[in-house]
């Protein structure tokens, strides 16, 4: 298996600089694991590589989608793979560096997605109930995350049992979730009380650096608050200030506050969802890396 090497953790810790330096040691190009990196025009709120960051290695999946267009995790692990793939064939370590965790899951691991199956509604004559009842005979066990009155949802269902003749969530359960790259996966920490000080240390900076005027002149394009790319932590906290609702130092505690609670279910999902090693010293991670390429 192609090797691929993933760097981890929560906002703040210093997943860019390490990258850098990584890409640097051991001739890699790094692919960005961030959801809204990949925005034309979001660049402090989302603490994307500064222009000299950006110069000292090659970075990939950054500024290819505006603010205004969807992006999905299908799509992250289909262009993910292709640069993993491209990278790799001239010879360079593929360096996913990021802290958009599902994103990376679904890049390294055996993960599929469904959104293919999507089709017109073909049971428009049935109810709700009907089309739930339908449901109940050919894939029960998928009703235990459904609504009976989530027709989108049931449809698919249904739409995915009659290509597969199996049910999502048999498809599911056989999925192993293992690994299909040889991927070394460096966690970076830090102690809470010195993580969440960087956080509102990061905070402060992005509003000296011109944040609120980032976001005025994408509302001046035309991007609203209701789009996918606003949804980020650092931007949709904005909408109540620029709705007159609160104040900007109100919206700054809240992006402080939204980002501690976000590095910490970032440390679960890691823990629960990958094999990660966890570093506090950059040092000793950088060994683990030269052992794991030996």
């Given at each position: 298996m192609d090797k691929v090497l993933v760097i981890v953790g929560p906002t703040a810790v210093g997943k860019t600089s390490f990258g850098i330096r990584c890409a640097d040691l051991f001739d890699g190009e790094i692919i960005s694991g961030d959801s809204i990196q990949i925005y034309r025009g979001l660049d402090i709120g989302s603490a994307k590589p500064t222009k000299e960051e950006l110069s000292k290695a090659v970075h990939h999946l950054i500024d290819i989608k505006d603010a205004d267009e969807s992006y999905s995790v299908k799509q992250f692990q289909e262009l993910c793979r292709e640069k993993i793939a491209d990278i790799t064939s001239r010879g360079k370590l593929p360096i996913i560096v990021g802290g958009t965790g599902l994103y990376i899951k679904a890049a390294m691991y055996d993960y599929h997605f469904f959104e293919e199956e999507e089709e017109d509604d073909l049971y428009e004559d049935l109810s709700n109930q009907q089309i739930y009842d339908l449901l109940l005979q050919k894939d029960p066990k998928a009703l235990e995350k459904i609504h009976v009155n989530n027709r989108r949802?049931?449809?698919?269902?249904?739409?995915?049992?009659?290509?597969?003749k199996k049910g999502i969530?048999?498809?599911?359960?056989?999925?192993?979730?293992?690994?299909?790259?040889?991927?070394?996966?460096i966690g970076l920490t830090a102690p809470r009380d010195v993580l969440f000080r960087r956080i509102n240390d990061r905070v402060d900076q992005m509003v000296n650096?011109?944040?609120?005027?980032?976001?005025?002149?994408?509302?001046?394009q035309g991007i609203d608050f209701s789009m996918q790319s606003m949804?980020?932590?650092?931007?949709?906290?904005?909408k109540?200030?620029?709705?007159?609702?609160?104040?900007?130092e109100e919206c700054i505690e809240d992006i402080k506050i939204h980002s501690r609670h976000f590095a910490k279910r970032q440390y679960t999902f890691f823990n629960h969802q990958m094999?990660?090693?966890?570093?506090?010293?950059?040092?000793?991670?950088?060994?683990?890396?030269?052992k794991w390429l030996i």
């Open positions: 949802r049931l449809v698919r269902a249904l739409n995915i049992y009659e290509k597969h969530s048999q498809i599911k359960d056989e999925q192993e979730h293992k690994p299909v790259y040889d991927c070394e996966i650096d011109g944040l609120v005027e980032e976001i005025r002149g994408l509302l001046d949804q980020g932590i650092g931007y949709k906290e904005w109540a200030y620029f709705n007159n609702e609160k104040n900007k094999d990660v090693k966890w570093f506090c010293d950059t040092k000793e991670a950088l060994n683990e890396v030269r």
